[in-house]
């Protein structure tokens, strides 16, 4: 399995880091037998698999059941990460430590949070508690009405400054890594050429220390086709297909034969 070490490990020596999001057990089976380096239990989950609008419908509950599955299916075989739900973390300390401590009991390695300003003295005390911590820079989903909706973050000069002075701090409180999120590719650059942390970047071009994708966009199995996501599979026709070959089969009374019947 992959830990923190590997993360600064491969930023030292320009290896690209790679991670997906998941959300079961199934795929983390998967996951655990492929070559990426680590995986997000991500707040996605509320949409990719709860139909959600936003990921600011995710509890904490939430969270903690899909984490609980992926930990199962990934079996100490890769680096878990689970994202830290909507105000989770914006009510006192406690109840913040109280989260991270059912994300880390139900298996994450470690966790993730939007933002910083305003969480410096709980990121601190996190990686304090000795649990690590992953930030999340640019475009954060669970500030979406006050963004204004899903757009590119830092084209301007001051929120480029901004971004930077946000990605350094975070740094300094001790995260291990931050997740770029729908930023120019330059800024992105900046930022990942600046800090000793590797930087994650979706949506941010092709100079970050790393990448991640929601594995049902990779997989072609969402709706969501915004300009950054590529698609590796035909998931949804592959699906389809597969449905209406056994619809057919069952109407035609070809499936289930002998073969796949009892005596
Ligand atoms: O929730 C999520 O899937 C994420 C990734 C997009 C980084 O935070």
Do not use: W
């Not at 997906?20 to 089976?29: E, G, V």
């Not at 006192?92 to 991270?100: F, P, R």
């Not at 979406?144 to 350094?168: N, P, V």
């Amino acid at each position: 399995m992959q830990n923190i070490h590997h993360f600064q490990s491969a930023k030292l020596d320009s290896r690209k880091i790679t991670l997906l999001t998941c959300y079961d057990y199934s795929f983390a089976r998967i996951l655990a037998d492929s070559a990426i380096d680590a995986v997000l239990v991500g707040d996605s989950a509320a949409t990719v698999v709860h139909g959600y609008e936003y990921t600011t419908h995710a509890t904490l509950d939430m969270m903690v059941m899909h984490t609980r599955a992926v930990a199962k299916g990934l079996n100490q075989k890769k680096f878990l990460i689970a994202d830290m739900p909507f105000l989770s973390y914006r009510k006192s300390l406690d109840h913040s430590l109280n989260a991270v401590e059912a994300l880390i009991q139900a298996g994450a390695h470690a966790i993730k949070l939007e933002g910083v300003r305003g969480n410096e003295d709980l990121i601190q005390h996190i990686v304090g508690s000795g649990v690590p911590v992953m930030g999340h820079l640019g475009l954060t989903p669970q500030h979406i009405h006050a963004l204004g909706g899903f757009k590119i973050q830092g084209r301007e000069k001051i929120l480029q400054k901004q971004l930077l002075a946000d990605a350094k701090s975070l740094e300094a409180l001790g995260a291990f890594s931050i997740v770029l999120e729908c930023i120019p590719a330059s800024l992105a650059q900046t930022i990942s050429k600046t800090l000793t942390i590797p930087t994650i970047g979706i949506g941010a071009g092709q100079h970050t220390d790393g990448q991640i994708l929601v594995l049902h966009d990779l997989l072609g199995l969402s709706t969501f086709n915004a300009k950054f996501v590529k698609e590796f599979m035909e998931g949804k026709s592959l699906c389809l297909d597969a449905v209406n070959r056994y619809t057919s089969e069952v109407i035609q009374n070809i499936y289930p034969n002998e073969a796949f019947s009892y005596e």
